[in-house]
């Protein structure tokens, strides 16, 4: 057999080397699902900068020493690579910074 894959991602190694991380960045999408609703970040009014903002934040508290977001319990590492996923999503699908 003849598989053409040959250019395309391997996404299977970002799975397989992130799947940590991955697992924790699902957790604050289950979090916030629950707290609000499944895929409502998408429709949040000037979402590409709400959520580059609350990445930042979620990252200045980690530097300031504070290993996990006292709502939710999860780490503040994991928030922030929600809230640069969701930009690049929204960024990718042409939303534009304000």
Same mark, same amino acid.
Request: no cysteine; charged share 25%; hydrophobic share 40%.
């Given at each position: 057999?003849?598989?053409?894959?040959?250019?395309?991602?391997?996404?299977?190694?970002?799975?397989?080397?992130?799947?940590?991380?991955?697992?924790?960045?699902?957790?604050?999408?289950?979090?916030? @699902?629950?707290?609000?609703? $499944? &895929?409502?970040? !998408?429709?949040?009014?000037?979402?590409?900068?709400r959520?580059?903002?609350?990445?930042?934040?979620?990252?200045m508290?980690?530097?300031?020493?504070?290993?996990?977001?006292?709502?939710?319990?999860?780490?503040?590492?994991?928030?922030? @690579?929600?809230?640069?996923? $969701? &930009?690049?999503? !929204?960024?990718?699908?042409?939303?534009?910074?304000?």
């Amino acid at each position: 057999g003849v598989k053409h894959d040959a250019g395309k991602p391997r996404v299977g190694l970002m799975l397989s080397d992130f799947s940590r991380a991955l697992t924790e960045v699902a957790r604050v999408s289950t979090f916030g @699902a629950q707290k609000y609703t $499944a &895929r409502g970040w !998408l429709t949040v009014p000037n979402g590409v900068d709400r959520y580059t903002d609350a990445m930042a934040r979620h990252m200045m508290r980690e530097f300031d020493g504070e290993t996990l977001d006292p709502e939710s319990g999860l780490m503040h590492a994991a928030h922030a @690579a929600w809230g640069a996923l $969701a &930009r690049l999503e !929204l960024l990718l699908r042409g939303h534009k910074p304000s």
